[in-house]
C-alpha cells in the first residue's frame, strides 16, 4: 500500500507573502507532482498546519488547491491552526465527539489514526484526557497493527527551538501505548519541516519538509526556529506486512525551474 504524507502547508491569504514566498503557490505545485507521480496512492495524511495564523481565507484557498488530489485526504490541525476557522473551511473533515480533528480508518495494512494536539493559543502540543481516551479506545477497538500520525512529536530531536515546543503529553501518550504493546508500527509526525527518521520508545517515526518553508539543522538552542529555503516536499510511504518504507520527494524551488 502506498500513500502521501504531507505536511506544514502554512497557507497565507491569496496575495501575500511568507518568508518571501507563495505558499499557494508552492502548495499547487507539490499537489500537482503527486497527481503526476503518485496518482496510485491510497491516500493522503495531512500532519497539520495548513495555515500561518489560522486565516480564513488561507483555508478557503487551501481548500481549493487540496480538492485536485485524486484520492481521499485525511487530514489533522497544528499549533499554526484555528480550530474553528478549520472545521468552517473543511466541514467533510471527521471530528471526535468531543470537536477535535481527529479520526481513525481501516486500511488493509492496518489502522490509521490521526490525532488533534492543537492547543488554542501555545504552540507547543497537548493531549488532555478526552483525547487520550479517544485514543486509547481507537486502539483497543481494532485488532491489527496500528499507525499513528499527529502534527506535535512527543519526543525531542536536538532544535532547542523545536524542542520546547514538541508536544508535551509524551508521558501520557506513552502511558496509552503501552497498554497496547507491539500495537504502533510507526508514527508521522509534522512540525519540523524536516527529513528525519528514528524510534521512540521501539516505535519508528517519521517526518517530513513543509511545503514552503523549511527549519534549518542547526543544533544551537535559539529562542526562534531558524527558517531555512531548502526545497520543498512530501513523503511517499509503502506498506507492507515486513516493512514500512518513507521515501521523500524533494521538488525543485520555483526559482531553480
Not at 487530514?75 to 477535535?100: L, Y
Request: with cysteine.
Amino acid at each position: 500500500m502506498k500513500f502521501i504524507h504531507l505536511s506544514d502547508l502554512h497557507l497565507v491569504t491569496p496575495g501575500a507573502s511568507l518568508h518571501g514566498l507563495d505558499p499557494q503557490d508552492r502548495l499547487r505545485r507539490c499537489v500537482a507532482h503527486i497527481k503526476a507521480a503518485h496518482s496510485d496512492a491510497a491516500f493522503v495524511v495531512l500532519t497539520g498546519d495548513l495555515t500561518h495564523n489560522g486565516e480564513p481565507a488561507g483555508y478557503e484557498a487551501g481548500r481549493a488547491i487540496l480538492a485536485e488530489l485524486p484520492m481521499p485526504l485525511h487530514v489533522t490541525i497544528g499549533n499554526h491552526d484555528s480550530r474553528d476557522a478549520f472545521r468552517a473551511a473543511f466541514p467533510h473533515v471527521p471530528v471526535s465527539e468531543n470537536g477535535f480533528v481527529q479520526e481513525a480508518f481501516d486500511t488493509p495494512e492496518g489502522r490509521f489514526i490521526v490525532l488533534d494536539t492543537h492547543e488554542p493559543g501555545r504552540a507547543e502540543g497537548r493531549l488532555c484526557d478526552q483525547r487520550l481516551a479517544w485514543l486509547e479506545h481507537a486502539i483497543r477497538d481494532s485488532s491489527g497493527p496500528v499507525f499513528l500520525c499527529l502534527h506535535h512529536p512527543p519526543f525531542r530531536v536536538g532544535l532547542g527551538r523545536m524542542d520546547r515546543i514538541r508536544l508535551l503529553d509524551g508521558d501520557p501518550l506513552l502511558a496509552v501505548l503501552r497498554l497496547h504493546p507491539g500495537r504502533v508500527r510507526h508514527l508521522f509526525v509534522g512540525h519540523l519541516h524536516r527529513i528525519l527518521a528514528g524510534s521512540w520508545h521501539g516505535s519508528a517515526f517519521s517526518g517530513v519538509r513543509g511545503t514552503n518553508h523549511q527549519i534549518a539543522l542547526d543544533f544551537v538552542p535559539q529562542d526562534v526556529a531558524p527558517v531555512s529555503f531548502e526545497a520543498p516536499g512530501y513523503g511517499v510511504v509503502l506498506v507492507s506486512p515486513e516493512t514500512v518504507v518513507a521515501h521523500f520527494e524533494e521538488l525543485p524551488n520555483s526559482e531553480d525551474g
